[in-house]
């Protein structure tokens, strides 16, 4: 397990980078880097464990050679579990075990959290706890699995711009929003719609 090889999943804004040790066929063990650290962290740990499993450690976007978000965006917690939701996908995992190294391991306690039924087993290294008010935790939990599946769903569907009349692009904004006047309609177009060759 000293040799790992590297993997590259696309992701909206780019690609999320990994490395990977071991054979594909083995159990699947997704590891999580800390703050500020990259999948390299776990060079000098994974050769000393089990050999029957696949480890595949993530560089989170904006970390190691994983394309940053673009300029402006946050590095917000849930948007590193939306990256988890990415990747796990791209390899088709199901079932998992996680591992994360503090911030690492925070991220793979959230992911925990919200997807149970996909992870068998987490393994914390220097890690925080992870506290909600018991009250709000039903709801916070079911809203924000809701935003990334939601979030996830749109961008599997996602093709590519189609070009319409300007009497079609109207009557398509018109459908969707019922409270528009055909008037209101095409002063909002003017700014709305982009005029291409095709339309």
């Known amino acids: 397990l000293e040799m790992s090889s590297e993997l590259k ?11 990977a ?24 740990l994974i050769p000393l464990l089990p050999r029957d499993r696949y480890y595949v450690a993530m560089d989170f976007s904006g970390h190691g050679l994983s394309s940053h978000r673009p300029a402006g965006s946050l590095y917000h917690f849930l948007d590193y579990v ?33 997807y149970p039924e996909m992870v068998d087993k987490l393994i914390l290294l220097e890690t925080l706890g992870f506290l909600l008010d018991p009250e709000d935790t039903e709801a916070w939990l079911k809203s924000k699995r809701l935003v990334i599946d939601g979030l996830l769903s749109l961008e599997a569907k996602q093709q590519a711009p189609r070009a319409r009349s300007p009497e ?23 700014r709305g719609a982009t005029e291409t060759p095709a339309g």
């Open 82 to 114: 939306t990256d988890v939701c990415r990747v796990a996908a791209a390899l088709q995992w199901r079932h998992f075990t996680l591992m994360g190294h503090s911030m690492g391991g925070a991220v793979a306690g959230l992911f925990c959290f919200l």
């Open 168 to 190: 079609a692009a109207l009557q398509r904004l018109l459908e969707a929003n019922r409270h528009l006047t055909a008037e209101g309609g095409a002063i909002l177009l003017q």
């Open 21 to 44: 040790w071991g054979a594909s066929g083995g159990h699947p063990v997704l590891c999580l880097h800390g703050w500020l650290d990259n999948a390299n962290t776990f060079d000098k």
């Open 9 to 19: 999943f696309p992701v909206p804004w780019g690609h999320v980078a990994a490395k």
